[in-house]
């Protein structure tokens, strides 16, 4: 596989930050141990880059925990980041409190394996599901790009470093046995603009359905293609990572003429257990759940108590989390 020089040095700074994580506050040398209390009001929540989803949900959210939650000297700031990766790294060095995640790759976290090996991250609690996220092929007609077997030998933006999106995409094209393309890491929004200008030939994205960046790709355009993942490379995905078989409805994009077959896995909110106390915890899970009607994404449809723990597995919750999932009988006690 080629990557570009950028994209290779962009892979090692995010490396040398995995590596600071692996004594998080408190913890020895492998990142184990009990973490230093150290909790706070004034929070500092990581979203992703701008174009995709956690971008403007992030805002959204902590406009809503800033408006709800009933603490003394609180406040919350959006921080635009590299998303997954990037925010549960930045919560184990004690950088950010809260951090919108992948549930698969929190507990890759968890378990100090993929882009976590050997940096364990144990301060991250779960604090609920938010919405279901779909790997999204996407290219223009003008590519010729009918299939993913196509993206043999292709410019591919496999997402920005610090996010799940670039894992998903080797996954996807593993799959398949395509080892020959040229990869280079961006922003959901600049490879977008690199596909529209010709500059790479298929942008390989994490978001939630429908995303209204792709949307407004295809208002622009006139020519955006979705491309579908068979049931053998599917299932190979499955067995090979926390992704599961997910169907992109056709009315989702008004440009679909069919369903697209692809996988998916869960956007979820995780916070500090040692910056984030208790209390704190509670009140930012309730008055997440219970303001979700206030968030004007097509995701807010998604955020409920029913579906809360979606995603969940072996994750850690967080015990302010756990107490309010409790208090509202959707886990037991």
Do not use: W
């Not at 009933?70 to 919350?76: A, G, I, L, N």
């Not at 470093?161 to 393309?181: F, H, K």
């Not at 069919?258 to 930012?284: K, M, R």
């Amino acid at each position: 596989m080629r990557r570009t020089l950028v994209a290779v040095m962009l892979a090692a700074v995010l490396a040398l930050v995995l590596a600071a994580c692996g004594a998080p506050q408190g913890g020895d040398e492998n990142g184990n141990g009990e973490q230093e209390e150290d909790f706070q009001t004034s929070l500092q929540l990581g979203t992703g880059s701008t174009g995709g989803v956690y971008f403007p949900l992030g805002q959204e959210l902590a406009n809503i925990l800033e408006d709800n939650v009933d603490v003394e000297d609180f406040s919350v700031s959006s921080v635009e980041s590299g998303a997954s990766v990037d925010n549960l790294a930045q919560i184990a060095r004690g950088d950010m409190q809260l951090g919108l995640a992948q549930n698969n790759t929190a507990e890759e976290a968890v378990a100090g394996e993929g882009e976590f090996e050997g940096a364990a991250v144990d301060n991250a609690g779960f604090m609920g599901q938010l919405y279901p996220e779909a790997v999204q092929i996407i290219t223009l007609e003008r590519t010729g790009i009918e299939s993913v077997e196509d993206l043999e030998g292709q410019r591919i933006a496999v997402g920005p470093p610090g996010g799940a999106t670039r894992a998903a995409a080797e996954l996807v094209l593993s799959a398949y046995d395509i080892e020959d393309y040229n990869a280079t890491e961006e922003g959901f929004s600049d490879a977008r603009a690199l596909l529209q200008d010709g500059n790479i030939d298929a942008s390989i994205e994490v978001l939630g359905v429908p995303a209204s960046s792709v949307q407004e790709l295809q208002a622009s355009t006139g020519e955006v293609r979705l491309l579908s993942i068979d049931e053998e490379a599917v299932q190979t995905i499955e067995e090979e990572s926390g992704y599961e078989a997910y169907e992109i409805p056709q009315d989702s994009y008004d440009f679909l003429e069919e369903p697209i077959n692809t996988v998916s896995a869960f956007a979820c909110l995780f916070g500090s257990t040692n910056q984030v106390s208790e209390d704190v915890g509670y009140e930012i899970t309730k008055a997440m759940y219970e303001n979700a009607d206030q968030i004007t994404l097509a995701q807010a449809q998604f955020i409920t108590l029913d579906e809360a723990l979606t995603g969940l597995g072996d994750l850690p919750l967080h015990p302010g989390a756990e107490r309010y999932f409790q208090e509202e009988g959707v886990l037991e006690e």
